[in-house]
């Protein structure tokens, strides 16, 4: 069999949707997973909304996910260029053919595309005019997710508009056609469209490529399809929020397909392995940010050390660059290390850890007052005070091993030690373990931390 090659043609709006970037792995998936390339091919005839802007929107994410593509813009390739906004050349020679064959008329300026078969004039109730109706036998599309389509156009249509522009079905066509591509994997919403592209593929003579239609995504909740104004709906916002691009397209390759097994997480080279359209589920998939959330949490908790640090490193200069300038390296580390199986989200780090990073951190009162009265708080910290002084801090379980000596001593558990302690060095009552806390933030500075808050009580 030849080379599979896929394309993904996203329209320059701005947005770069859930959606958009499901086509895009679909289709990255299946070239990845057959050998074959994957093309990228900006579909920008839209001259007066598309801007470059918008194209560097559609470049970061698809980076940004690791949908590296084989051909394209910025990559080059035979088959160029890949913006239609380019092409015009090309589909002047295409529509040449098209006239050449007699497919073509003029009317009201515009230049339609005449289907085969038999002509009447019927009036339209609902357009309210009379239409021109033509008997055309229908096109079969054996679309590889949907099985067997049958849809049948019965009047002409515009394919190049009275101010000279191609419309989408023809521009479509006509790169599909150039660009050899041999499978078109696209959204539901252009099922209803095959049938025109179909009509095109066999004026022009040229071999119709395979089809699969994905299914929908729709909201969260509720009814109907997911648009990109809904809560979390656009790949940037990710980005921003310091999610990670593997959680997010181990998400997105479950938003419609699975692996014939109850796996979800799963590295994507075993996703590529099994991936096939025929494995595309038919009904529409729902979107579920909890679920994203809790994949994005798996991913976080098992990165390695290093690529951690990398990862909240890379947040922390966006979202609380002073922390990092601050904070000693080594320091900073050992912080998010401390952190990490802790951790629901990149975005709520920097919150989380503040009060390793400042010795200005403020006393939740609630917790205060909970935890003061409760026992004899004072006594408490007085004795840990003591304890901190000379206990072997170099390593958890030696803090631990302290703290429950000094515990049992007084015929008391280590959690009448624990909360005070935590009050006293981070200001509230969650957080990492109070021995890792301990070690992490070293003997001096829990010890003055531990000194002011006894003294201000
Ligand atoms: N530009 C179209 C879109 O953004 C792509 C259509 C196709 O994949 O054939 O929906």
């Known amino acids: 069999m030849a080379q599979v090659r896929v394309r993904f043609a996203p329209s320059p709006t701005g947005f770069f949707h859930i959606g958009s970037a499901r086509t895009a792995l679909f289709n990255w998936l299946y070239a990845r997973h057959t050998g074959g390339v994957f093309i990228l091919r900006i579909e920008d005839t839209d001259k007066e909304r598309n801007s470059e802007q918008f194209l560097k929107v559609i470049y970061d994410s698809l980076r940004w996910l690791g949908l590296?593509?084989?051909?394209?813009p910025e990559a080059g390739g035979n088959f160029g260029p890949y913006r239609q906004s380019e092409r015009a050349a090309i589909y002047a020679e295409y529509l040449e053919k098209l006239k050449a064959a007699g497919r073509t008329y003029e009317k009201d300026g515009a230049i339609w595309f005449k289907l085969l078969g038999d002509r009447s004039e019927v009036y339209d109730e609902h357009r309210k005019k009379t239409v021109t109706k033509v008997k055309n036998a229908p096109s079969v599309i054996d679309d590889r997710i949907r099985g067997r389509v049958e849809r049948t156009e019965d009047e002409d249509f515009v394919i190049v508009r009275s101010d000279g522009n191609p419309v989408f079905h023809f521009v479509n066509v006509v790169d599909d056609i150039t660009m050899r591509i041999t499978h078109v994997i696209r959204g539901e919403d252009h099922l209803s469209n095959t049938s025109k592209h179909v009509e095109l593929f066999k004026a022009l003579g040229a071999p119709v490529p395979e089809y699969a239609h994905i299914p929908?995504?729709?909201?969260?909740?509720?009814?109907?399809?997911?648009?990109?104004?809904?809560?979390g709906a656009l790949i940037e916002e990710y980005q921003r929020r310091g999610f990670l691009p593997e959680a997010l397209v181990n998400f997105l390759c479950l938003l419609g397909w699975n692996p014939g097994d109850d796996r979800e997480k799963m590295?994507?080279?075993?996703?590529?392995?099994l991936f096939d359209l025929p494995g595309v589920n038919q009904s529409n998939a729902r979107f579920d940010e909890k679920k994203l959330a809790h994949m994005n949490?798996?991913?976080?908790?098992?990165?390695?050390a290093d690529r951690f640090i990398e990862r909240t490193l890379a947040y922390f200069r966006k979202a609380s660059p002073t922390t990092v300038a601050a904070a000693d390296p080594g320091f900073f580390r050992e912080v998010m290390l401390l952190s990490q199986p802790k951790l629901k989200g990149l975005e709520e780090l920097p919150a989380y850890t503040a009060y390793f990073f400042t010795e200005d951190y403020s006393i939740d009162a609630k917790v205060r007052e909970k935890v003061m009265g409760k026992g004899d708080p004072k006594v408490r910290l007085a004795e840990l005070i003591?304890?901190?002084k000379t206990a072997d801090f170099s390593s958890d379980t030696a803090i631990e091993e302290a703290l429950k000596a000094l515990a049992t001593g007084k015929g008391l558990g280590?959690?009448?030690y624990q909360s005070v302690a935590r009050l006293a060095v981070s200001g509230t009552?969650?957080?990492p373990s109070i021995t890792g806390m301990f070690r992490v933030l070293g003997r001096e500075r829990v010890l003055g931390r531990l000194t002011r808050f006894a003294a201000a009580r």
């Not at 590296?68 to 394209?72: F, P, Q, S």
């Not at 590295?267 to 392995?273: D, H, K, L, V």
């Open 267 to 273: 590295p994507i080279a075993e996703i590529i392995r």
């Open 297 to 304: 949490m798996a991913y976080l908790l098992e990165l390695p």
């Open 414 to 416: 280590f959690g009448d």
């Open 68 to 72: 590296n593509w084989d051909e394209g």
């Open 386 to 388: 003591e304890l901190v």
């Open 216 to 231: 929908l995504i729709l909201k969260q909740n509720g009814p109907g399809k997911m648009s990109k104004r809904d809560q």
């Open 429 to 431: 009552n969650v957080g």
